[in-house]
Antibody, heavy 122, light 108 residues
Framework: QVTLKESGPVLVKPTETLTLTCTVS??????????VSWIRQPPGKALEWLAH???????SYSTSLKSRLTISKDTSKSQVVLTMTNMDPVDTATYYC??????????????WGQGTLVTVSS | SYELTQPPSVSVSPGQTARITCSAD??????AYWYQQKPGQAPVLVIY???ERPSGIPERFSGSSSGTTVTLTISGVQAEDEADYYC???????????FGGGTKLTVL
């Protein structure tokens, strides 16, 4: 059974850096045609893709957030880490990680983690 | 920036057919994917590559594509299908992943 679980702070202050960890089980981060993506959802709003990392370590970022995001993976620990710098209250959202299937340009997400709500406030 | 356009809401009575559309210029070249999200839960993939159904998803869920529009069809809608539905695709270069704004399906 494939599962993903997000972990990280529930509250961060404006201008701080957010670090989130996704721990996966049931598949390897070295599996071909798979990877992990981060997606967020502000309260009451739509989903927004942030970044993903493939098994070959190829990375892709949201154009609008690229300057603030870094994604990396530790295959031995089955973990993917996302950092987002200079946090702002508008970044308050539930952050999901999801297994990414497919290949470059044709990817989909299945399954998703339960999500973790991150609030940005002083 | 590239956008996928969905209607904000769709309402149907139980047993009827619900159709949720998603439109964008690059859809003739890129596959679309559909997710169901119930309140307080993570999204669940219900359709991939325009019309493929993952294992475990009921047969009443189907997908189709025509030109710049893709459609999620739910036949014989049940009360448990009430949820938000999101389409997802990529821009024409395949570089960026994009989600639609979501459609709230109400079962009357």
């Amino acid at each position: 059974q494939v599962t993903l679980k997000e972990s990280g702070p529930v509250l961060v202050k404006p201008t701080e850096t957010l670090t989130l960890t996704c721990t996966v089980s049931g598949f390897s981060l070295s599996n071909a045609r798979m990877g992990v993506s981060w997606i967020r959802q502000p309260p009451g709003k739509a989903l927004e893709w942030l970044a993903h990392i493939f098994s070959n370590d190829e990375k892709s970022y949201s154009t609008s957030l690229k300057s603030r995001l870094t994604i990396s993976k530790d295959t031995s620990k089955s973990q993917v880490v996302l950092t987002m710098t200079n946090m702002d209250p508008v970044d308050t959202a539930t952050y999901y990680c999801a297994r990414m299937c497919g290949s470059y340009g044709e990817v989909w997400f299945d399954p998703w983690g339960q999500g973790t709500l991150v609030t940005v406030s002083s | 920036s590239y956008e996928l356009t969905q209607p904000p809401s769709v309402s149907v009575s139980p047993g009827q057919t619900a159709r949720i559309t998603c439109s964008a210029d690059a859809l003739p070249k890129q596959y679309a994917y559909w997710y169901q999200q119930k309140p307080g839960q993570a999204p669940v993939l219900v359709i991939y590559k325009d019309s493929e159904r993952p294992s475990g998803i009921p047969e009443r869920f189907s997908g189709s594509s025509s030109g710049t529009t893709v459609t999620l069809t739910i036949s014989g809608v049940q009360a448990e299908d009430e949820a938000d539905y999101y389409c997802q695709s990529a821009d024409s270069s395949g570089t960026s992943v994009v989600f639609g704004g979501g459609t709230k399906l109400t079962v009357l």
